[in-house]
């Protein structure tokens, strides 16, 4: 009895602690100058993305991710992906939005690198060169396969990082490791309830992403409760935890030597 206290007790204060991390990193009304409404707010290019034209010959597919509009900003991110093959000049971009209505799935639908609703977006994912072209005919395949087409559901999912988690498990040459407040990255269905772990390289068993764990070497371990995730990452060092994401070492996994690849 005494030990389901301290752990209760402890699950509270580390709740209390990573949302207390988040709003100190995004105080309310803090910096933003005018109210803006997801109308108003800024979309433009975070400057984040490689000049297509500049990089033609190279093959491209990064991951990103960011808050999400508004109050749920301080609760769960929205990601994404962007690709061009060799030989291309311009990105195609895919991510899940509610917005609108039958399918789900969107291409195009923002700039590449964009800010999401005003929120700076976080590179995941950088790949570049040799492989991608492979990777990129992976990702299309997997984007087909997506079995919530026309479904969403902000909590737990499936939504945008469902997508995502999605792509992750039928590509693990991707290595994409979705961030601990990526909520809904867990979804899976009932019949699926122990299968891989959204980097495509772990092993996760969860109920409906309400409640579960993970291991593998993107992840760590990370235990799911009620769709809150905390965890330990070992590849680089670092805490998972629900509202913040991470603590720790940068986790996007890069595959090229940045300096050389970016003219």
Do not use: C
């Amino acid at each position: 009895m005494k030990t389901a206290r301290i752990l209760t007790l402890g699950f509270i204060a580390l709740l209390t602690l990573s949302f207390g991390i988040s709003l100190a990193k995004d105080p309310p009304g803090a910096g933003h100058g005018e109210p803006q409404s997801w109308r108003t707010a800024p979309r433009h290019s975070a400057g984040i993305a490689p000049d297509p034209a500049a990089l033609a010959d190279t093959a491209i597919v990064q991951v990103y991710a960011a808050q999400t509009y508004g109050w749920r900003g301080h609760f769960a991110v929205h990601p994404w992906l962007i690709w061009k093959r060799q030989g291309e000049t311009a990105y195609t971009r895919y991510e899940v939005t509610r917005w609108g209505g039958g399918k789900v799935v969107r291409r195009n639908g923002a700039v590449p690198d964009g800010l999401w609703f005003g929120a700076m977006p976080s590179l995941l994912v950088d790949h570049r060169g040799s492989g991608v072209e492979a990777m990129i005919d992976d990702i299309e395949a997997a984007i087909e396969r997506y079995p919530y087409a026309y479904e969403y559901r902000t909590y737990p999912g499936p939504n945008s990082n469902t997508f995502l988690a999605h792509i992750g498990r039928e590509v693990p040459a991707l290595r994409l490791d979705l961030p601990a407040n990526a909520i809904g990255k867990d979804y899976r269905p009932l019949s699926e309830i122990v299968g891989l772990s959204p980097s495509g390289a772990g092993v996760q068993a969860t109920l409906l992403g309400m409640l579960g764990l993970i291991v593998g070497p993107e992840e760590g371990i990370e235990f799911n409760i009620l769709g809150l995730s905390f965890g330990l990452d070992f590849n680089h060092p670092g805490l998972r935890l629900p509202f913040v994401g991470r603590l720790g070492m940068d986790d996007a996994t890069v595959s090229h030597d940045a300096a050389a690849a970016t003219p």
